[in-house]
């Protein structure tokens, strides 16, 4: 009993009516620390923040940057923030509704992992996003050590699982469709145009601790067989993706989370 305890804390467990866990305060802070970190001295203008929920994280903006905001969801009936406009757009079959260079500040959290194409989300949101401008993003991070060995015992990622046909209550983890690592998000914002890409995570999964102590070394040894693997036969590790592949077992992306990731457009 003890061992399968164990091992469920180990690998977690997707639960279908998870719908608000990963939209909390931790991850709205992360942001923001990212964002401060990110943004330049003086970060004025407009601020756009897609899948804006109950306006949280636009409030928040607001408390420490002078930005006028604009809110963008699939339905406005989440929106607390009296007054707040919400644009409403279908992000799988349409495109951002503004024009070319127009935001300071685009922010897209806990979204993308509920899109069929993130990849062109990405683009759209470079092409709102004025020259200087910075762009925030989170998503559940599969790469942590909770996720992976879900996904070995099971097949399915942490927070993703079996998918319901009738694509209901897509707002929550059921709606979770498209689980997207750190080097293919990173591989995707460089595709796109962007800059100066960084990655952190909200908070660190305690319960992973014991297990990343223990295979941190055999991980590492193998990781460099893998690596040189990589580089000399297949060729598909070279200097320009080495810093994305490297932080694929970094401490951060084994026990963190969700992925925040900021960048910027030239």
């Known amino acids: ?152 015992s099971s097949g399915f990622y942490n927070l993703f699982g079996p998918l319901a046909l009738d694509r209901s209550n897509m707002h929550g983890a059921r709606g979770h469709i498209t689980p997207v690592n750190w080097f293919y998000f990173a591989h995707a914002l460089v595709g796109a145009g962007f800059r100066n890409i960084e990655v952190t995570v909200d908070k660190y999964q305690r319960r992973s601790l014991p297990a990343y102590f223990l295979l941190l070394a055999p991980m590492r040894l193998a990781n460099a067989v893998v690596y040189r693997r990589d580089q000399r036969k297949y060729m598909t590790l070279t200097e320009a993706n080495a810093w994305m592949v490297r932080l694929m077992n970094s401490r951060d992306l084994l026990l963190g989370r969700s992925l925040i990731v900021s960048a910027a457009k030239p």
């Open 1 to 152: 009993m003890r061992t399968r305890r164990f091992f469920r804390k180990l690998t977690g467990r997707w639960r279908p009516d998870e719908t608000s866990e990963l939209g909390t305060s931790a991850i709205h802070g992360a942001a923001l620390r990212a964002l401060v970190k990110a943004a330049p001295p003086q970060l004025d203008g407009d601020h756009l923040d897609i899948g804006s929920g109950t306006g949280e994280l636009l409030r928040a903006v607001q408390a420490h940057f002078a930005m006028q905001p604009f809110a963008c969801d699939y339905t406005n009936r989440f929106m607390e923030t009296p007054g707040q406009k919400v644009d409403i757009v279908d992000l799988n079959r349409e495109a951002l509704p503004y024009a070319d260079n127009r935001f300071s500040l685009v922010t897209c959290l806990e979204t993308v992992e509920h899109l069929e194409n993130y990849r062109a989300l990405i683009r759209d949101v470079y092409r709102v996003l004025r020259p200087g401008g910075v762009a925030i993003f989170s998503t559940p991070n599969v790469l942590n050590l909770r996720s992976r060995f879900r996904y070995f």
